[in-house]
């Protein structure tokens, strides 16, 4: 056994600051203080030291901080801590952070490398924050509740901005970068603790008569299986999160937090995870009350403590009451805080400052330049063009050239907003601050150019007279740019007559929507423009959820639309892309559904094929823009593809190269997708029509940067390529399978799976000018 360190307490990273305030120093150490010992070792010996009860506040949240233990030089632990897209400091301490674009923006740029650069930088400014209140003795902004990973299986659910959109290869993708990130790449330390949130099947907040406190996800195998568990799968193992939060909701009967199949069969046994689980802030109590899946509190926290729940956000009070009723034993709260404390030491709390590099980063690195100039490259990467229409004189309408233009007219609630910009879970204290959109244009052209007549706000506010002004505004400006969407505050405050007026959330937590369509009087400002001027228009879209703006994409009196989603500090850099400083390169994440797609099925249906069908894999319906949109100022040509099969693993590869053919240089997104159909169905041949696919995977994706005229081969691997069974689909006989290699203008798929499935090989390029849906397919069989 290696021998124990004599060294006092005071230089563990706790103690030292204990010693700082109270004097108090042992002459030798503890074994648990002993950083030579084995991590189970010290765990060990740190809980032979402590009391039942002591174990128990280590697991109760009911005040935090909580779990201080005076006697051991332990200090209490603030394990609710937020950071979404940003630092979160519940301290309110003085110094700015970087609140970067929702995690919603974050997908749209398909760009993992991205992803893991600002969660890495996240991560730095939540050990700044840790550091500078560590020397008042305060230990917070070390135990994380991000990333959120649940899937928009339904286009109304309110907490889209907080995800990574619909699919689970791409959330799973983005979670795996933002936790290896965030946590940091230290073999012994980690920067913060990542947890994967919400386990599992939750995406609803309030409809159908339901709550999230009270709804139960009925859930079948398929589901399970292919939609709801993968992306937790990639973030506890691929990235390696130190912990998991149970979600609010039943799963098939059982409370998300006392449901063994969940925490116990799939997590721990058949995952292999080594870290502790959280329960949602007060998710323990609803096990008792509304789910009344136990009759008391103590029997409601055994059950959650047996299934595997180790942490209480919020209160785990009745364990005392669990243990001394013998519904739970001190083998179980040992267990629970053994995998809790698992990560206080890995995140250095019991170690010399000196051995811990995190303990480094300072105020300098709290909203630096890199990080800013970070958040803004994360707005460019992600906004999307979504429609960008030729003008008389035979250019398209963005970009806008800033050097022609002397009277540029804003209009709409997002015009001058600036909190709205930050979605949820945001710091109010942005280092710098937050720049609107009506700040970021007048920075690009100058002052005297830029005017604001908002015309409508969020919600059943302004009226003929305000949207008249605006009409006449527009009528006489060189272009006049909408910014309309969604409203995340639930005090959004705006000036109308000298009046401070609110407006509620639209789309939030425990908010979901009712209609797709904008809200308030937004879409008769954006008709009465259209039909009363002649100035060329172009909407920004600010949103997390899906919106129906089908009547501005038919308009020919809307040239562009743009989404920038919620982007955060990233104002600026939506107008990078508004003025072709970069060409857009962002995909939709999620399905842009039509509004009459709420009429179809209740959002409480959790069946993702039944008809009209939830997200691309399943949709059966025309959608206004499809999973993985996204236009460009500049054109791509594939020229050549090439499946590759590894003999020896079986194992899927496409080598791909494109070519930058436009005038600009500009990010490509390729993506590989696998589609099912029964093999009475051919696959679709440009300009048919015929039945869709049974189902539709994402399989692989690459964002890529071209320079114009330049050509660019790369490699594009397959993780998995082996296809679900006809079987957990509910097919009787055997599918085909096709990928389908998907760019922005050329559309192509591979390889049938079964050899009953009709057709040659065949290899068709679609020129840039066909290449609209429906797909064309390369067939074998």
């Known amino acids: 056994m290696a021998q124990r360190l004599s060294v006092c307490r005071g230089t563990t990273l706790i103690a030292a600051l204990l010693v700082l305030f109270s004097g108090v120093c042992a002459a030798q ?42 006697r051991l030089n332990i200090s209490a632990f603030e394990g609710w801590n937020e950071c979404l897209h940003g630092a979160v400091d519940f301290g309110n301490e003085p110094h700015g952070v970087t609140m970067f674009p929702a995690p919603i923006s974050l997908a749209a740029t398909w760009d993992t490398s991205l992803v893991h650069e600002v969660a890495s930088f996240i991560g ?36 889209a901005s907080e995800t990574y959109g619909e699919d689970p290869h791409l959330t799973g993708s ?67 999160a130190a912990a998991v939060m149970c979600s609010y909701n039943e799963v098939n009967g059982a409370p998300a937090c006392a449901n063994d ?48 729940t180790d942490q209480a956000c919020t209160s785990y009070a009745g364990l005392n009451q669990s243990l001394s009723q013998r519904l739970v034993t001190v083998e179980d709260i040992d267990t629970a805080t053994a995998r809790v404390l698992h990560s206080r030491f890995r995140l250095g709390l019991f170690d010399p400052p000196d051995r811990v590099p995190y303990t480094a980063i300072g105020v300098s690195d709290l909203g630096s330049p890199a990080h800013l100039a970070k958040a803004r490259e994360a707005a460019q990467k992600g906004t999307v063009l979504l429609k960008n229409d030729i003008q008389d004189s035979g250019a398209p309408t963005l970009p806008l050239n800033a050097s022609r233009l002397s009277n540029v007219v804003l209009m709409g609630p997002h015009a001058t907003s600036k909190e709205a910009l930050l979605a949820s879970y945001y710091n109010g204290n942005a280092a710098g601050g937050v720049q609107s959109f009506a700040e970021a244009f007048e920075a690009v052209l100058g002052p005297g150019v830029v005017q604001v007549d908002q015309g409508a706000y969020m919600e059943g506010l302004g009226g003929d007279a305000e949207i008249d002004a605006a009409v006449r505004a527009c009528d ?50 954006a008709e009465n423009v259209a039909r009363r001027t002649k100035t060329p228009l172009v909407v920004i879209l600010v949103h997390g959820g899906p919106l129906d703006v089908s009547w501005i994409q038919n308009s020919p009196r809307y040239g562009s639309i743009l989404t920038a989603w919620y982007p955060g500090q990233g104002a600026s850099g939506v107008l990078d892309v508004v003025f072709g400083k970069v060409s857009p390169g962002g995909r939709t994440p999620e399905t ?41 100022y500049t054109t791509f040509e594939t020229r050549s593809l090439r499946h590759e099969v590894n003999e020896s693993t079986g194992a899927d590869s496409f080598s791909v190269t494109v ?112 290449s609209v849906r429906p797909d064309l397919y390369l067939r074998r069989p």
Request: charge should be negative.
């Open 124 to 159: 730095d400014e939540m050990r700044a924050k840790s550091n500078i209140y560590l020397k008042q003795g305060v230990i917070r902004n070390l135990n994380c509740y991000a990333p959120n990973i649940n899937l928009v299986r339904d286009p109304r659910w309110g907490r």
């Open 261 to 308: 199949f969940l925490l116990q069969k799939t997590l721990r046994n058949d995952w292999g995870f080594k870290g502790f689980v959280a329960s949602d802030c007060g998710a323990i109590d609803t096990i008792t009350w509304p789910h009344q899946y136990t009759r008391t509190s103590a029997e409601g926290n055994a059950a959650a403590l047996r299934a595997g």
């Open 659 to 770: 070519a930058n053919t436009g005038g600009m240089d500009a990010d490509e997104v390729v993506t590989v997708f696998l589609e099912a159909y029964a093999p009475t169905v051919s696959p679709p041949i440009y300009g048919s029509l015929q039945a869709p696919a049974v189902m539709r995977q994402l399989k692989a994706f690459q964002r890529l940067h071209i320079p114009r005229g330049r050509i660019v081969t790369f490699s594009l691997p397959i993780e998995d390529s082996t296809p679900p069974s006809a079987r957990l689909l509910g097919q009787n006989g055997p599918l085909c399978w096709y990928y389908l290699v998907n760019s922005t203008y050329v559309q192509h798929a591979l390889t049938a799976r079964e050899a009953s499935c009709r057709g040659e090989a065949e290899t068709v390029l679609l020129s840039p000018s066909e």
């Open 592 to 632: 842009f559904f039509f509004n009459n797609y709420t009429r179809e099925i209740p959002m409480s249906q959790m069946d993702m094929a039944m008809w009209p069908g939830r997200t691309h894999a399943y949709v059966q319906v025309p959608v206004l823009y499809p999973f993985g949109y996204g236009l460009s």
């Open 174 to 240: 983005m979670a795996a970068a933002y936790v290896q990130g965030l946590q940091g790449s230290d073999p012994h330390y980690l920067k913060v603790t990542a947890t994967c949130k919400h386990f599992a099947a939750y995406s609803l907040e309030a409809a159908d008569g339901y709550t999230r406190n009270s709804f139960d996800s009925v859930v079948g195998e398929r589901d399970l299986n292919l939609t709801y568990l993968p992306a937790f799968k990639a973030c506890t193992q691929k990235g390696r």
């Open 476 to 525: 006489s400006a060189d272009v006049c740019v909408l910014i309309l969407g969604l409203t995340q505050i639930s005090a959004h405050s705006q000036m109308e007559a000298d009046a401070l007026v609110y407006s509620p959330r639209t789309e939030a937590e425990g908010y979901d929507r009712t209609s797709l369509l904008l809200p308030g009087l937004q879409q008769t400002l």
């Open 29 to 70: 150490s503890a074994a648990w203080e002993d950083y030579s010992l084995p991590l189970s070792t010290r765990v060990s010996a740190l809980m032979q030291e402590m009391t039942v009860e002591e174990q128990i506040g280590q697991l109760d949240g009911s005040q935090q901080p909580t779990g201080a233990i005076p």
